[in-house]
């Protein structure tokens, strides 16, 4: 949808300055709630837009190599 290819654009953008976000980062950088915020990673993640590191509070998400 054009929702999310906004919300994948400005994840890119905050991508290349960082190497990578967590969900609460994300939801405040897309003015996502936290529970939408993971949503859309899960999905960035199925896309094979993004890999998943740690485990529980701490996960991170970064670009998939």
Do not use: T, W
Not at 15 to 38: D, E, M, T
Not at 41 to 64: C, D, Q, T, W
């Amino acid at each position: 949808s054009a929702a999310s290819d906004v919300y994948k654009r400005q994840l890119d953008e905050y991508l290349q300055q960082y190497p990578c976000i967590n969900r609460s980062q994300y939801a405040r950088l897309a003015g996502r709630s936290y529970k939408q915020a993971v949503v859309d990673l899960n999905r960035f993640i199925e896309e094979g837009v993004l890999m998943r590191h740690g485990m529980g509070p701490s996960v991170v998400y970064a670009r998939k190599k």
